[in-house]
């Protein structure tokens, strides 16, 4: 796995065309800026951030015999972050219940999830 860099592979790749635009302020984005989070086989998991509009995506491109594909997902989450929730477990009944709880014990959640870290 790369670790999130400025990848100029894809300044001519037709899948970076499929999300060339930032979808909240339609500003171009700069190809240079795509980092490349995971790549396995004909896939590619990126992360682009707009500098106009400070918003980012997160997109899944997918290249195969019939073309190029992706799939993109709005984010405010940045590339390290999205790999870091990406390995991180999955919310589960009890993570409910136990904020549930938490919060009806008026817990200062702030400090609470800062000591928990
Ligand atoms: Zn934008």
Redesign the pocket.
Known sequence: MKSAQPNPMFSNNEGIRLISY?P????QYNPLSAKVLEEKDDAHLVHIN?K????SIVALILSSALGVSSVGLLTDLSGEDALRFKKSSRVNDDDVINLYSLLHLNVDMVKYLSSSI
């Open positions: 930032c909240l302020c339609n500003t707009c106009k509009c400070n918003s």
